[in-house]
């Protein structure tokens, strides 16, 4: 990375951001120089090499209609939460500008990156999960699939 990233510390400043930008991922990692210079993920079950780095859009839908910007970003980042707990707390959530380039094996988008525009600060996560928590939908969780073994 030629310089630090801007680190998100609040969900209203990530909502803020997609609110103003588009084009813009989501990607777990625990070593974004690496993903950078490699430029692509594997696939955890069969070790096949992807074509581009796994991640998730964090571009608002159009059928979000008129909810919260902030619950969406809270939504996006509570998906995948458990990756930095399956994965080890030096894991991080960061904010990627890129182009897809494809689709890997859970149709998530495999992205070029352009840009590291920011990290995701700890506090955000704890934030999202509470606000999704406090959505008291019974059926939500994360996209977690050793739970649902």
């Not at 096949?48 to 991640?55: D, K």
């Not at 159009?62 to 990756?83: K, M, N, P, Q, V």
């Not at 500008?97 to 840009?115: F, H, K, Y």
């Amino acid at each position: 990375m030629a310089s630090a990233p801007t680190v998100i510390t609040s969900l209203s400043e990530l909502a803020t951001l997609l609110d103003s930008r588009h084009g813009l991922f989501i990607r777990w990692s625990r070593d974004l120089d690496r993903d950078e210079t490699t430029g692509r993920s594997r696939d955890a079950l069969t070790g096949a090499e992807l074509p581009g780095l796994s991640a998730n859009p964090l571009d608002v839908e159009s059928w979000w209609g008129d909810r919260s910007t902030r619950l969406w970003a809270a939504r996006r980042l509570y998906d995948y939460s458990h990756i930095r707990r399956d994965r080890g707390p030096d894991v991080r959530a960061w904010i990627l500008a890129g182009e897809e380039v494809s689709r890997g094996p859970d149709n998530e988008p495999l992205i070029r990156c352009g840009e590291v525009v920011a990290t995701v600060d700890e506090s955000v996560m704890r934030e999202a999960a509470e606000l999704v928590e406090a959505q008291n939908s019974r059926a939500w969780g994360t996209l977690d699939r050793k739970r649902s073994r």
